[in-house]
């Protein structure tokens, strides 16, 4: 039997998406595809809670390819952009941006921690920034920031919010549009629910118009101005072309989107809080601790979790396998070696089966 996959990502996928992901590769044009496409693309909406007037996009590639598009729309070279560093994927942001030619500010905190809403604003106070970007999850250390607070931040500011949900989005609570955030990325293989292979993102009216007044085109297979009219024409239910959809994803992504609306979103982030808990509570049951520094900072989608004093990762890992369960190590490239990551988002948060093999599998490596 497969084993049970509990990293944080990819997850284990619901059967009834993967049976709508197994069918023979229809033609882009075809009308299944487009009424998936269509009921997809409308289902972002309720899904990240973006307004009427926001833009959703499906594209095939990963994460990093929706990252890379927040990046090249928003900033040319010379603009000014503000990273809220909590790790890994941070660090990547950064990256990315600076390869536009962005000149890059970075408000750090020590691994575990975020920082703070004073730190934060300050920066933005002095920086005449154009766009500011935080992961709302790092998958690197579990660590969350508070969404909510930098959006408002910087939209009082008129700065640009910009949150890479590849850890996070249908898994931790996101109000695109109260909270007037003007991107909410995310990837298909964790909490949306199936394979790994398209990029996800919804933006906002304020986003589209910096990249209509960009000055330096972003690359065309990542600007929004050549995806923007095909997502509206499947959106309307017409056939349209720029590059070939990723058809049998899209099939997919109608199937576990409706179902995440079906079940209402304060739902499944009520899920995920609750399966959460339980990971918690096994944690403090043995002893363990946390990465993330306080309760507020921790992730409700994975867990990223010390090894106990002595023991030797690799072997605990093999231990979790042993029983069934594949978790993941660390990450960070500076606490790489002493903990490790279980994702208990999606699919398995909903499976009484998942959660209790892989709780008993870690109980009995780690105690
Ligand atoms: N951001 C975060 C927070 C992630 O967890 C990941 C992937 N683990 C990425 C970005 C990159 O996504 P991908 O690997 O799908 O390109």
């Known amino acids: 039997m497969a084993k049970l996959l509990m990293i944080p990502g990819p997850i284990e996928v619901a059967p009834e998406v993967t049976a709508a992901f197994c069918v023979p590769p229809p033609g882009h044009l075809s009308p299944p595809v487009i009424a998936a496409h269509s009921r997809a693309l409308k289902n972002m909406r309720a899904v990240w809670r973006a307004g009427a007037d926001s833009q959703p996009f499906v594209v095939p590639g990963s994460g990093t390819l929706a990252m890379e598009m927040a990046a090249v729309n928003l900033c040319q070279p010379g603009d000014r952009a503000l990273v809220v560093n ?4 941070s660090d990547r942001a950064a990256n990315m941006l600076r390869r536009r030619g962005a000149e890059v500010v970075e408000v750090k905190a020590p691994i575990g921690e975020a920082p703070g809403p004073a730190a934060i604003t300050t920066a933005l106070d002095h920086g005449k920034f ?11 250390t579990g660590v969350r920031v508070d969404a909510e607070s930098i959006a408002r931040a910087a939209g009082a500011r008129g700065v640009l919010s910009v949150f890479d949900g590849v850890c996070a989005t249908a898994g ?3 109000e695109m549009a109260d909270w007037g955030a003007d991107v909410y990325l995310t990837a298909s293989q964790k909490a949306i629910g199936l394979a790994p292979g398209l990029a996800l993102l919804v933006a906002s009216p304020r986003a589209l118009a910096a990249r209509e007044a960009l000055t330096v ?10 995806w923007r009219p095909i997502m509206a024409a499947y959106e309307a239910g017409e056939k349209s072309y720029f590059a070939t959809p990723a058809t049998n994803h899209i099939l997919a992504l109608d199937v576990s989107l409706a179902s995440l609306v079906k079940e209402g979103m304060d739902a499944v982030f009520a899920r995920h809080e609750a399966c959460a808990q339980r990971f918690r509570a096994l ?4 002893g363990l ?3 993330p520094k306080s309760e507020a900072l921790t992730a409700n989608t994975l867990s990223a979790v010390r090894f106990p004093k002595g023991a030797s990762g690799p072997q605990v890992l093999a231990a979790v396998s042993e029983a069934g369960v594949i978790i993941a190590g660390g990450l960070h490239p500076k606490i790489k ?27 009995g490596a780690l105690s």
């Open 217 to 226: 085109a972003p690359p065309m297979v990542t600007d929004w101005l050549e």
């Open 130 to 140: 154009k766009a500011l970007f935080a992961t709302h999850v790092d998958t690197s």
């Open 337 to 363: 070696a002493e903990y490790f990551r279980v994702g208990h988002m999606g699919y398995s948060s909903s499976q009484e089966e998942h959660i209790t093999k892989t709780l008993s599998a870690l109980r």
């Open 172 to 174: 931790e609570r996101f």
């Open 283 to 286: 944690w403090s049951e043995l």
């Open 86 to 89: 909590t790790g890994y994927f």
């Open 289 to 291: 601790s946390m990465v």
